[in-house]
Every structure is written in C-alpha cells, then in structure tokens.
C-alpha cells in the first residue's frame, strides 16, 4: 500500500497470537481480578510525593523528568481551552515537582492558558519552554520572527525564556529559510547573551541525514534538543521494518546516541506516540502487563524513554487530571528499565507495525486541509480498527470478514462527517511538507477511499 502500511500477511500471523495473549486477560476478569494495568489507572501520587528529577551541570538546572507537555490542553464544551481545568493541573504538577512546561507560538491558544496558569505561582517554582513556529507562515522574516517573539513574553506573561527552541526543524535547508539566512538567529543569540533566553535549542522532526548536518554546521553550541522517541520509534520511525540506524534513516537511536556523545541535554516530544501507546490494543495491553504488572501502557511508554540517561525531561501532552495524576505517580515511583525490559519491548514494537499502520500522532500540523478533509481523524479510524485487527480485506475474506466490515465502516461513518472523509482529497499535497511524520498523506487517504470503496 505504501511505505506506511505494512504487509498484510504478517497481520494474519497476528492474529491467533494476539488472540492468545488477550484471553489471558479475559481469564482475570472471569475470576472477578482487575487486571494490572487497568488497576494502574486508578493510582495517583502519596500524599507529598515528588517526581524524580535530574541535575545537569552543564544547564545549571535541576529538572524533573516528567514535564507538561501544553499542546492538548484540556478543552471546555465550545472548544476552547478550559482555563479552570488548566490551572487546576499546573497547580498539581508545581506541587508534585515537575517544573518544566512546553509550550508554543504555534500551539493555539496554549501560551495564553499558561500564561494565566501560571502567574499565581512563584517564578523560581517553574521553568517555561516555548517555541518560535514560523514554520506555518509564508513569510519567515527578521521582523516576523521578532514579533511572535515578543509576542509570547506577552502572551506567558514573563520577562524571559528558561528553553526556547526554533519550532519543527525537518532539514539543514530549512533552519537556513527560517532562521540563519534571515539573521534570526543571530538575534536570539543576542536575546541570551541579554538575559531573555537562558538555555535555546531546537525540535527537530526529520531524518538522520539532516539532524547530522545541522549538529555539524556550527551555527550555535545548542543547549539541548527536543527529539521524537518512543519505543516504536527507536529503530526506524514510521517504517514497517526496524531497520540498522544510519546516516540515511529515521531513528530516535541515531539522535539520541549523537546527542548523548556530544554532551547535550534530550527533551523528549511523542513518548507516547500522540496517545497510541497509551490506548494499545487488549492484546497488546495484557502482553504488556505481563511483563510490568504496576504499570498502565502509557506508564510503560514514559518509563521507557525517562530511563535513558541522557534524557532531561519527558514531555507527555496531558488533557485531563487523571493522566495528570496516573503519570505523576508512575514519575514518584520511577525505576529504570532493565535491558531486558528494553528488548522486550522491541519485540512488541516488531509486532505493532507487522499491523496495517499509518504512522500519525494526531498532531494536527497537516490542517486545515483546502478540502475539509480531517486528515488525522481518517488515519485514527484506520489506526484505531487496525489494532483491533478488525481491518477487513476485501481481497482475502476470512470467516469474520463480514464482522470486521461492520465494525470499519460503521465507526468510519460516524466519526468522519461527510466532505471530511478520504474520498474529499484532492491530492493537491499542500499537507505533506506540513507533516512531521513524513506521513504520504494524499497516498494514505487514496488507500482508505479505495478501501471504503471495495466494502461497498
């Protein structure tokens, strides 16, 4: 179907072990036993619990290692930010000790709510990240950039930067287009040496190739770098094989090891892969539980990555007080995974993408669409049945055929508005240098309509 979309032979394989691995949770519940991990939802921190935290010399700075990452925000019946929930939440984390919260220009909204959110607070309690997202403006001058740059001291309601990061760089040729060519950064560098920026790095979303040149060009001695990482992600990021990391692929491996011999700090973005990994299939849910009974899937997620030493701090973008609290408690009782954890995990990793899959986390960076279409909540609908293993194949009909496209379409009817659907792209492709993901997004939707199509 597409580099995104595995083969479909290796989903059938799938089938009869997953079924396995889900009765055994069926098994605990018969018995009137909740499962662990379901038990783990349940759990929040000891009364004066604090998450673990890491010193790092080099930055001056004690972070703790779970940090709010403010991109989902929870939102009120209209739609908008829930200002009552989100101060809420800030106030738990302050007093749980996590101090480092991710922000950006880009994130609608989010610096405002922050901004409110903390001002009660005292300055030295938190530590503010935010980003210059330029990278969705067709004019990316000095000025412009400037401006959201005063912009969201205005809108955070602070006199200066703890981390700022230049906003979802995917190559060498755009941090030029951006920021080098510009004189942009050149004039952050000048923010810092006046004190508004005490520690600038940048995200970055793309391949190895590009992260390589950018470490090597020798445009500032960056104090850290936000990367994508997950234990899907840490052999090859969207791919449908895990392949050897080098210089010409896509791996959170590669990245974190350069960075880790360089000697810089790692913000982690995606721990959880945009909530996938937080709500896994039933099968995968007790293969997990198997294995770390006291943790829920998305504990699982976080665990894994906070327990590489190089990591600063581990963004999970929270929307309500209950993950709020289930991750507070995961970060106060935090034991490093073992290797064998570790590989344990690829092992799962190796069988998530044997699944039909498409490689989105619901970011949201590809809308709006000049044609409607909701490009994330398409992908959610095949995503969310394909974990079921509940894609049907019209091709290859087996005994739960008939199931299976029930199950499709119906959730695909009702969750897509009609002119929202596949079947509404055009492939004009103005979604795929948004995508972050280097999802084939006008190819991925073409695969669901003719899909769609076939089930009639």
Request: proline share 5%; glycine share 8%.
């Amino acid at each position: 179907m597409s580099k995104n979309i595995t083969r479909r032979e290796a989903l059938k394989q799938m089938v009869a072990s997953a079924a396995g691995i889900a009765a055994a949770g069926t098994i605990l519940e018969s018995c009137g036993q909740k499962k662990p991990a379901e038990a783990q939802f349940e759990k929040t921190a000891k009364e004066g619990a604090k998450i673990v935290s890491r010193n790092w010399a080099n930055l001056g700075e004690t972070v703790g290692l779970l940090g709010l990452g403010c991109m989902r925000l929870p939102k009120a019946s209209d739609g908008s930010i829930d200002q009552e929930h989100t101060n809420k939440m800030v106030a738990y984390a302050i007093e749980h000790g996590i101090n480092y919260f991710d922000t950006a220009s880009g994130y609608a909204g989010s610096e405002e709510a922050m901004g409110k959110a903390l001002r009660s607070h005292p300055r030295e309690s938190y530590m503010i990240a935010t980003k210059l997202s330029n990278h969705r403006s067709p004019v990316k001058s000095l000025e412009d950039g400037q401006k959201i740059f005063n912009s969201s001291l205005q809108k955070l309601q602070i006199e200066y930067f703890d981390f700022y990061l230049l906003h979802n760089l995917p190559s060498d040729a755009a941090l030029h287009e951006r920021f080098v060519d510009n004189g942009l950064l050149d004039w952050l560098i000048q923010q810092k040496k006046e004190g508004k920026i005490r520690h600038l790095g940048f995200s970055f979303h793309g391949n190895d190739r590009e992260f390589m040149k950018i470490l090597d060009g020798n445009y500032y001695d960056w104090d850290f770098v936000q990367i994508q990482m997950n234990y899907l992600d840490w052999e090859n990021m969207g791919s449908k094989k895990p392949a050897a990391p080098g210089p010409n692929d896509n791996s959170a491996k590669f990245m974190y090891e350069e960075l880790e011999k360089r000697g810089i700090p790692i913000t982690i973005m995606e721990p959880i892969r945009g909530g996938a990994l937080a709500n896994v299939s039933d099968g995968m849910k007790a293969k997990l539980a198997r294995r770390f009974p006291t943790l829920s899937p998305a504990g699982v997620a976080l665990s894994y990555v906070a327990s590489y030493p190089n990591v600063m701090c581990t963004l999970s973008g929270m929307s309500n007080m209950e993950q709020l609290e289930e991750n507070v408690a995961t970060f106060s009782e935090f034991k490093p995974f073992s290797a064998e954890d570790n590989a344990y995990l690829m092992q799962i990793a190796e069988e998530y993408y044997s699944n039909p899959h498409i490689a989105c986390t619901g970011c949201e960076y590809c809308l709006p669409c000049p044609n409607g279409v909701n490009i994330p909540g398409n992908f959610k609908v095949f995503n969310t049945t394909s974990d079921e293993l509940n894609i049907p194949d019209p091709d290859n009909q087996d005994a739960d055929f008939k199931k299976k496209k029930k199950v499709f379409l119906t959730r695909y009817k009702k969750d897509l508005k009609d002119g929202m659907r596949a079947d509404a792209c055009t492939k004009c492709n103005v979604c795929l240098e948004k995508c972050p993901q280097h999802v084939r997004i006008p190819q991925q939707l073409e695969m669901i309509n003719t899909l769609v199509k076939k089930l009639g």
